[in-house]
């Protein structure tokens, strides 16, 4: 089938804004919006710049906007999205080039939630393993197949009033750990959350669960953790 | 294995946190006051035959000089208590609300803090002059 597909471009060493282009080409139903660009970028125009790594939804690079919603290039087939498809940045980050948009101010909100294990306690007695029951680790197994794509972020109406708002990927990671029955960081998670730009701003709009390409109930996770902060309750 | 549920001093319970709380309980209440209104409004519409207009004037404009159940001075003073009530978690409700859309579009520490001064001494000088009002009605 023949698709067109208006893209993005924006080039900061030569336009002052960004425009539209729309390049048509040949496509299978069945192909994915990453192979749309990689045969553009091949056969059409050299000059296009996206980010892709793994190509299956694992690594998280290629997020974009497809038709007006966050998706992964490389999980959304050409059949779900028709024959005209525009595609464009992230919204609520700089655009560096394209589709490629500066993803520093997220991860600098990823890095404030303190994401790795905080447990000061002796190792058990056998020196090895901190055990956890699976009731336990089921606790927050939703908030680890966060792939960090952003998709959440850059699609919260917060998030796009100022980047300084931790968004939703930065709060599911918290969530990750402060849930965790092995972490004893929970305080002072709590304690960053607290603050103006935590959650707080989350206005329950439900656009990153909607946003999500894994599936993560993002909007809950957000919920669990102003719970926790009222409540204290980490079960 | 033991329940983690942490001190209230390690739970981050900031002020931010108290007036998110506070804003979810005040819609609740907002509820269950208008519900109890429009029940209120329903038994003395009852009591004195009126038609459906004046159920909607007693249930959002209840003028309490004039009770349709006579010169009853307990109801009066709780129909009183009940409107400020709802005056106060209104103005509570629309304070954070007015908040949240402030802190959307300014993002500076100090622009927020000063948006809290003058917001919540507004509210609180609106809500003082509401129950004085509402109370000498």
């Given amino acids: ?235 | 294995m033991a329940a983690r549920t942490l001190p209230i001093k390690k739970r981050g319970f900031s002020f931010e946190v108290f007036m998110w709380a506070f804003t979810r309980f005040t819609v609740i209440a907002m509820y269950g006051l208008i519900l109890a209104g429009i029940i209120g409004a329903l038994i003395a519409s009852a009591r004195t035959g009126a038609n459906f207009a004046d159920i909607l004037y007693w249930s959002f404009f209840p003028n309490l000089a004039e009770s349709p159940l006579g010169k009853n001075f307990g109801m009066i003073i709780l129909a009183k208590l009940m409107v400020i009530a709802f005056v106060l978690v209104v103005c509570g409700h629309g304070v954070h609300g007015v908040l949240e859309i402030w802190d959307d579009y300014v993002t500076s520490e100090s622009g927020r803090r000063w948006a809290r001064y003058i917001v919540i001494s507004y509210a609180v000088a609106a809500s003082l002059a509401a129950m004085y009002i509402i109370w000498i009605a």
């Avoid at chain 1, 002052?16 to 048509?24: A, F, K, L, M, P």
């Avoid at chain 1, 992964?72 to 525009?86: E, M, Q, S, W, Y």
């Avoid at chain 1, 792939?147 to 917060?158: E, G, L, V």
């Avoid at chain 1, 708002?165 to 959350?193: C, K, M, N, T, W």
Wanted: hydrophobic residues 35%; aromatic residues 8%.
């Fill in chain 1, 1 to 235: 089938m023949e698709i067109t597909v208006k893209i993005f471009r924006y080039n900061p060493e030569k336009d002052q804004r960004g425009h539209y282009v729309s390049y048509t080409v040949e496509a299978d139903p069945n192909d994915r919006v990453l192979d749309v660009l990689e045969l553009i970028k091949g056969h059409k125009d050299g000059s296009l710049s996206f980010r892709r790594s793994c190509a299956h939804g694992v690594c998280g690079s290629d997020a974009m906007r497809i038709n007006g919603r966050n998706m992964l290039a490389c999980k959304t087939l050409i059949r779900d999205v028709g024959a005209n498809i525009t595609v464009e940045p992230l919204m609520g980050l700089k655009v560096a080039k394209d589709l490629i948009v500066d993803m520093d101010p997220f991860f600098d909100n990823y890095k404030k939630m303190l994401p790795y294990m905080i447990n000061e306690s002796p190792l058990p007695a056998d020196g090895r393993e901190r055990l956890q029951s699976p009731e336990q680790r089921a606790r927050f197994d939703e908030s680890t197949k966060c792939i960090m794509c952003a998709a959440c972020t850059t699609s919260c109406p917060s998030f796009w009033a100022s980047d300084e708002y931790y968004g939703p990927a930065a709060l599911v990671a918290a969530h990750r750990f402060v849930f965790d029955s092995r972490d004893e960081g929970a305080s002072q998670r709590l304690e960053i959350l607290s603050e103006t730009n935590g959650t707080v701003r989350c206005h329950t709009a439900y656009n990153c669960t909607n946003a999500c390409p894994r599936d993560i109930q993002v909007t809950k996770a957000i919920g669990e953790l102003k719970m926790a902060m009222v409540t204290g309750k980490l079960e």
